[in-house]
């Protein structure tokens, strides 16, 4: 029988990170920002998660890192960025940082995490 092995704990803050991204997103549109009605930042942030989960496969958190920079870039390209300091819209703020940092959570962790996967083991 194949028994998966345990996630590391950087994979263990790369699920965590991208889950609390998701629940960031959640309190964005509960808040009232204008999503669409199937968010595709749901499916960039929980499908890397599930994977990581279900599969172990040691280039998911490659897909991770390309995921986070995505949002990042994209957080400062489409001019969202504004809204992190707009407390005047408190849920949407609050949610943004809360999906950004995140982000950079997971995709600090999906760097080591990649670097431990590709690490040539010695003895």
Known sequence: MNQKL?????SKLIVAGLVTAAIGVAIQIISGVPYPKVPPVCFIL?????LLVLGRWRWIPIIVILAGLFLIMGLFSSG????LFRPGQFGGCIGLWIQMLSVVVATVAAIVATIQ???VRTA
């Open 6 to 10: 345990p996630l590391s704990p950087a």
């Open 46 to 50: 929980l499908i890397p998660a599930g």
């Open 80 to 83: 969202a960025s504004v809204r």
């Open 117 to 119: 996967n590709y690490r």
